[in-house]
């Protein structure tokens, strides 16, 4: 039974690890050419849905608002939910559009992007970007989403990058974030998939946004953003990644909100799975996108991975040095497989980031992120209807890039 269920395991992590190591090696090779400047401007609308973020999003708004695109086609908005009343005022001093949140139910971004965007009249927009109450753009963000709709895309993804390291914990989760991004982002879309979507920094076509934020079983879900791509995936819709298009995003400063923001995450996988597996939600013909995105989503966490290796090499040692008769397959079987896994990590990892104190940075901090991963699968509820917040505080000027 053990050694069923090993090489069963075994079998599990080699298909886990050669995604990753494929999708990491094409990421990498992506040359991305961009899209050239249009001269005709799409209409965009901002959307920042800000939950008890009093500390950045008046710089947030504030940076939107003097984005370098064209100001006569592009307007900011914001879901204010629970924010203090001076911080209400502060925003609409900027100026800009901001629509106080009164939930009977419980809040969430859904909700507030819900009533943020059935507050605007469609036809006023082509596009409609979002942006989280932390999230600020680099120059040329806009007119990057302008060339790539123009180009024929109706949905991009914009590259999503650390906006803080005053933590070593926000070191390594803007690593995290980066290897993603080669993996999930721009791997995808080098071998012709859909680019994952992130939760920001994504835009779409306006009324197709709303459509989608007007199905019922959208405003409960924590990771509504999961839901928008498994619609977009369903309808056939590209996604593309834009990876020198940057907004940056504030990084987890500690292990406890690093554990309470992946919880959410973990979660919103389940509920994405369990819908991508329903019958009656996929009818018919199912597309590449469909599969791939059928595997990204039983992949286990990056960090939860190299956690599953560490006890089953130390058995694997054990059984070596004890003559263990079932220990399979074989302990050099799993070394390799384990070392295949840390290589698809470290390629993934921007050339900008290959330092040695970066590394050191984030050694110790890395074991304590995968505690933090085993604890909250402990935690896990799927069917959880409060809205888990991550603080954000970091709104100092921007790092270049």
Request: net charge positive; with cysteine.
């Amino acid at each position: 039974m053990i050694q069923t269920s090993l090489i069963c395991l075994f079998i599990y992590l080699a298909v886990s690890v050669g995604y990753l190591l494929v999708f990491s090696i094409s990421g990498k090779a992506r040359k991305y050419k961009g899209y050239p400047i249009v001269s005709k401007k799409k209409r965009i609308a901002l959307l920042i849905p800000s939950y008890k973020e009093d500390a950045v999003i008046v710089h947030t708004a504030r940076k939107a608002k003097e984005h370098d695109y064209p100001h006569d086609f592009f307007d900011v908005y914001v879901a204010a939910d629970q924010l203090k009343p001076e911080t209400v005022s502060a925003l609409r001093s900027i100026p800009v559009n901001v629509q106080v949140m009164k939930f009977k139910e419980n809040s969430s971004k859904a909700r507030s992007l819900n009533a943020l965007i059935n507050s605007i009249e469609e036809s006023k927009y082509d596009i409609a970007m979002i942006l989280d109450g932390d999230n600020v753009m680099a120059p040329g963000c806009l007119e990057k989403v302008n060339s790539a709709f123009h180009a024929g895309f109706r949905c991009v993804q914009l590259h999503r990058t650390a906006k803080n390291s005053n933590t070593d914990m926000a070191v390594l989760d803007g690593l995290i974030e980066e290897v993603n991004n080669t993996i999930f982002r721009n791997g995808q879309r080098a071998l012709g998939f859909s680019s994952a979507l992130i939760g920001s920094g994504m835009s779409f076509e306006f009324r197709q946004l709303k459509t989608i934020y007007n199905i019922p079983s959208i405003l409960g879900n924590p990771g509504c953003d999961r839901e928008i791509d498994t619609v977009l995936i369903k309808e056939g819709i590209k996604i593309e990644y834009i990876p020198d298009a940057y907004v940056f995003d504030e990084k987890v400063p500690t292990e406890q909100v690093f554990e309470r923001q992946r919880l959410r995450w973990m979660e919103s996988q389940l509920i994405h799975l369990s819908i991508i597996l329903s019958p009656s939600y996929f009818p018919g013909r199912r597309g590449k996108d469909f599969w791939n995105r059928l595997i990204m989503n039983t992949l286990l966490p990056r960090t939860l991975l190299i956690a599953i290796f560490i006890p089953i090499l130390f058995l694997g040692v054990l059984s070596n040095y004890f003559d263990i008769a079932w220990f399979r397959p074989s302990l050099l079987s799993w070394i390799v497989l384990f070392l295949m896994l840390c290589l698809s990590l470290i390629i993934a990892v921007p050339a900008k980031d290959m330092k040695k104190e970066v590394f050191a940075k984030v050694l110790f901090k890395f074991f304590a992120a995968m505690l933090s991963m085993v604890k909250g699968l402990f935690r896990l509820k799927p069917s959880r209807k409060e809205f888990l917040h991550t603080p954000k505080s970091f709104h100092k000027e921007t790092k270049e890039v």
